[in-house]
């Protein structure tokens, strides 16, 4: 969150990124469409527009002891990609953290059956989706997996060790992402199962 409205629907924004996306959120009205900010003179004016009718997904992550998470990231919709760096572009996922008792409240979700995924470091990825209504918030329960670790060591055509590029593991739709260590260490944590 980067701003909240005052009582007129204005806000100001320093330090904003030329070419960048932005859009608002708020109760009982759906995402807005993302924005694209062009400076002119190093300022920008934009205007946001909230959808209709919106609602709201609110939930739990947890661990699998089923103690609560604090501070994971949860994605609430399905992001478009390039397309919402253009000026008319769909509303963003919601990206709500779960605060210390590991729940989330995710509001502007536009209604109809909606894909949710979670990523916490050291568990496997999980995805779901729940069904979005104006009447009552969504509730979710989202119980995370403990993951693999991989750990290995990076050499050259020498047998000499080296460090400091990227490796990626790959599983399915999922990626992860780890820089190699000067010495060519590496470790991968929260990865399933299996190839």
């Not at 990206?95 to 008792?101: I, L, M, N």
């Amino acid at each position: 969150v980067l701003a909240t409205t005052d009582t007129a629907g204005r806000f100001s924004v320093r330090g904003a990124v030329e070419y960048y996306s932005i859009g608002a959120r708020a109760l009982g009205h759906r995402a807005s469409k993302a924005q694209q900010i062009l400076a002119h003179d190093g300022r920008a004016e934009v205007r946001i527009e909230l959808g209709a009718i919106g609602g709201i997904v609110e939930g739990i992550v947890l661990d699998p002891d089923s103690k609560p998470l604090p501070g994971t990231r949860d994605n609430i919709g399905v992001y478009q990609g390039s397309a919402s760096w253009v000026g008319d572009a769909p509303p963003r996922p919601a990206r709500p953290r779960t605060d210390a008792d590991g729940r989330f409240r995710a509001v502007g979700i536009p209604l109809g059956e909606q894909q949710l995924t979670e990523q916490a470091s050291g568990f496997i990825p999980w995805s779901g989706k729940c069904q979005v209504t104006a009447d009552a918030p969504a509730g979710v329960q989202i119980l995370l997996t403990r993951g693999n670790t991989l750990r290995g060591t990076l050499r050259d055509g020498d047998g000499q060790r080296t460090g400091d590029v990227l490796v990626t593991a790959l599983a399915g739709d999922l990626d992860w992402d780890e820089v190699i260590a000067p010495d060519g260490t590496f470790e991968i944590t929260g990865l399933p199962g299996g190839e």
